[in-house]
């Protein structure tokens, strides 16, 4: 038997828990506050406030007709499924619990087929504490606190159409009071504690009308082809829940990409090589809403870009042994090279990944000369139609065929691109023809195909007809011998 | 200058001149006899030693060409140099008889592949005469338009080319494009017909 003191050493060492936090609103902004706990609509209002009008939402509740745990037919899990998804969820249990036990939690899920489970917790801060049934009452009934407070628990996740509220743990339990004999004494006396209790669900409920709306905007809709572009989602008002659905792609030209699910996320962008449209498909609060971006794309200013030239002397197997005019001696074959894999660049993130584009002209001014080195030889027999040393009748000697014509053939035809050779004439001629806007929108999904690389064919094909007929070499920049040639009748 | 020295000055002019003029004469000669000789080679295969040079040379005869070539088109060699040749010899001499027997090696699904990715070379350049084709183009499909050459390649032979030499070849090189069972030449077929000049 305890005595009449307020301090009792027997009891228990007060058990500091967390702060009582008892009334709290759903989070947010905008749109209603509503409350339930029973079938059907909910009720407007905080629940520690509610009236005005009914909401929208219903609910549907088993396996009771309450959201309530019986503390005598239970424990038992508390379904409650929503009419429609509810965002800024608050569950309030309203009730005590036995201090140490178990507060059991809540599961919700989501629209978007999440789900999470919450722990509930409780206030202990009186939990051992001597209470006295008459405050201040030396020698009135008192008892040691078995009971917690509940708290709020805030559901951090949005569009939730149902949950499960697992209950608490044990839903009974004895309480000892003790009531004074009459001798400054006590007799104890045991009672039944009771917790279970039921479960206020608190939410903002949106309007279904244009008030809510989806917003996407990029930091650009017009870019040079390959720069990157950034798009951001917002939910209109910014309160409401933003559920990402799906971000895709279109272009005209039949490029489609779609975000995959699982990077989801409120953003999209990256590196944009072919106009098209963005989409984002997405839910606000309780509407799916679709918002479209039209990106243009603006070509790279590749006006009189410089065409790359590759020329090299190459083993002659064609020119005659039997020389027997001017262009038997030397010829340069020269033509526009394939280079697209060289050039070609792959997106590798973002609306247009996998997409492939341009980084340069994809061709080469290729030209081949061949000079005819083996009729030029000395032993040759156009060789041994001219004079050892001696020049006769002005005909060039063995040597100079050998030594000096070389030289001279290979500045006519250009191996340096000399002025007025004839690769000058070609390289000036195709990059007269401006090709660079032409062959700068060039586009394929992870290469350029050869569709694509056709539909430039005869544009290529014109240029180079014109620059070959832009050809004057022979014409005003001929070989400047010094000595006639003995050529084979 | 005194008259001596005009007329020691003159003579060796004039001796010089005739001194070359003998040299042309011999050249003339051992070209023509050079020319018998190479195409004798090439139509009968003997003497089989001199072959690699008979097709060298006979890229430098007008009059024995147009006969001498199509019998190797027939008969052609194994090497891919002497192949070579034969290729530059044709297409140095544009002759009718020439391009039948090139045709005839082009259309045969039953010859070598090798030799007629060489015939089609020799039709690029009969198609237009600023072309020139190499057989790195045909195999590694580089070139976006037909290599062109600085000066129009050949000399017309004895019996000329048709004159709708260019149509022809392209109706061959299509034909081929379109239906060829090889795939390598099918292949060559349509890169030529796609990477030729305009007109």
């Known amino acids: 038997m305890a005595g009449c003191t307020r301090d009792d050493p027997l009891a228990p060492p007060s058990h500091v828990g967390p702060s009582f936090d008892l009334y709290v609103p759903p989070p947010g902004e905008g749109g209603r506050i509503c409350t339930g706990y029973l079938p059907g609509q909910a009720f407007g209002g905080n629940w520690w406030e509610i009236g005005g009008p009914m909401c929208r939402t219903e609910l549907e509740i088993s396996p009771s007709t309450a959201v309530y745990e019986d503390p005598y037919s239970g424990p038992y899990d508390i379904n409650v499924t929503f009419s429609e998804p509810v965002s800024n969820l608050v569950v309030t249990p309203f009730s005590i619990w036995r201090c140490g036990g178990n507060p059991g939690s809540v599961t919700v899920y989501s629209a978007a087929g999440e789900s999470a489970s919450f722990p509930f917790t409780t206030d202990e801060t009186e939990c051992g504490k001597k209470m006295e049934v008459y405050p201040g009452s030396q020698c009135g009934p008192w008892w040691i606190q078995t009971g917690a407070g509940t708290q709020a628990t805030v559901v951090d996740v949005p569009q939730v159409t149902h949950l499960v509220i697992h209950p608490p743990s044990p839903l009974r339990w004895i309480t000892t009071v003790y009531e004074p004999d009459g001798n400054c004494g006590f007799n104890g006396i045991d009672v039944e504690s009771i917790g279970g209790g039921t479960y206020l669900l608190s939410f903002r409920e949106f309007a279904l009308d244009e008030n809510l709306d989806l917003v996407v905007s990029c930091d650009r809709t017009s870019v040079v082809r390959a720069e990157a572009i950034d798009c951001v989602a917002r939910p209109v008002p910014a309160a409401a829940t933003l559920t990402i659905l799906e971000w895709r792609f279109d272009s005209p030209l039949g490029f489609s990409a779609v975000r995959p699910t699982a ?16 989409s984002l498909t997405a839910r606000v609060s309780t509407r799916t809403l679709t918002r479209r971006v039209d990106i243009d794309v603006i070509q790279r200013n590749w006006t009189d870009r410089p065409i790359p030239f590759d020329i090299q002397e190459e083993t002659n197997n064609h020119l005659p042994l039997m020389v027997r005019e001017d262009h038997d ?45 083996q009729a030029l030889a000395q ?25 000096q014509i070389p030289p001279l053939a290979l500045r006519h035809e250009g191996l340096q691109m000399e002025p007025n050779s004839h690769t000058w004439f ?40 014109v620059a070959a007929a832009q050809d004057q070499a022979d014409e005003i920049n001929k070989v400047n011998l010094t000595c006639r040639l003995n050529y084979f009748k | 200058m ?7 000055l003159g003579t060796l002019f004039a001796l010089g001149a005739r001194l070359v003029a003998a040299q042309d004469v011999a050249d003339s000669v051992q070209l023509h006899n050079d020319c018998r000789l190479a195409a004798q080679v090439l139509t009968t295969g003997n003497p089989d030693p001199l072959r690699s040079w008979a097709l060298h040379t006979i890229q430098s005869c007008d ?6 070539i199509p019998a190797v088109w027939q008969s052609p060699p194994s090497t891919a140099e002497d192949l070579s040749s034969l290729v530059a010899a044709s297409i140095a001499n544009r002759d009718a008889r020439i391009l039948d027997a090139v045709m005839t090696v082009a259309t045969n699904a039953g010859a070598a592949p090798e ?17 020139w084709v190499s057989l790195e183009d045909l195999q590694s499909r580089r070139a976006l338009i037909l290599p062109f050459t600085d000066h129009p390649i050949g000399r017309e032979g004895n019996n000329p080319l048709p004159v709708d030499i260019r149509a022809r070849v392209l109706a061959v090189l299509n034909g081929l494009a379109q239906g060829d069972p090889n795939d390598s030449i099918r292949d060559a077929a349509r890169f030529l017909v796609k990477a030729f000049p305009l007109p």
């Open chain 2, 2 to 8: 005194s008259r001596l020295s005009r007329f020691v």
């Open chain 2, 63 to 68: 009059v024995e060409a147009g006969a001498a």
């Open chain 1, 426 to 465: 070609y390289q000036h001629g195709i990059e007269q023809q401006n090709l660079g806007p032409t062959v700068e929108p060039l586009v394929g999904y992870g290469f350029i195909s050869n569709e694509t690389r056709n539909s430039v064919s005869d544009v290529l094909k014109a240029a180079h007809t």
């Open chain 2, 115 to 131: 030799l007629r990715i060489a015939s089609l070379r020799v039709l690029a350049s009969y198609g237009d005469r600023r072309v």
């Open chain 1, 379 to 403: 032993g040759s027999a156009f060789s041994k139609r001219h004079p050892v040393a001696n020049p006769q009748g002005g005909l060039c000697t063995r040597s100079y065929l050998e030594q």
């Open chain 1, 263 to 278: 990077e989801g996320g409120r953003s999209w962008g990256g590196p944009i090589a072919t106009a098209g449209t963005m």
């Open chain 1, 329 to 373: 001696l030397g010829d340069v074959h020269q033509t526009l090279v394939d280079r697209y894999e060289a050039v070609t660049e792959v997106i590798a993130n973002g609306p247009n990944q996998g997409l492939a584009y341009i980084t340069d002209i994809p061709f080469v001014h290729q030209a081949r000369i061949h000079i005819n080195r």
